[in-house]
């Protein structure tokens, strides 16, 4: 499994809000497309995808917010 992870967001941001996914659970994603937005006060932006594979489990939805370096979410490779 492929940990999706918060990145780094510069500024001393320390949390986003998850805007939308791109994918639902079970869909076939592909490496380095996007496949979740953030915002923050500051800035929108996307996340993409470190693996090509299924996307097992999202564990931040829509409205919730992140920490930087939380798991969001898993991708099992293939």
Do not use: C
Request: proline content about 1%.
């Amino acid at each position: 499994m492929k940990e999706i992870i918060l990145p780094e967001l510069g500024e001393d941001i320390k949390e986003a809000t998850v805007s939308f996914w791109h994918h639902k659970e079970g869909d076939e994603v592909k490496a380095e497309e996007d496949i979740v937005e953030f915002y923050t006060d500051k800035a929108n932006f996307s996340v993409k995808a470190q693996a090509s594979g299924i996307l097992k489990a999202i564990s931040v939805k829509e409205g919730e917010k992140a920490s930087v370096g939380q798991v969001i979410g898993e991708i099992e490779e293939r």
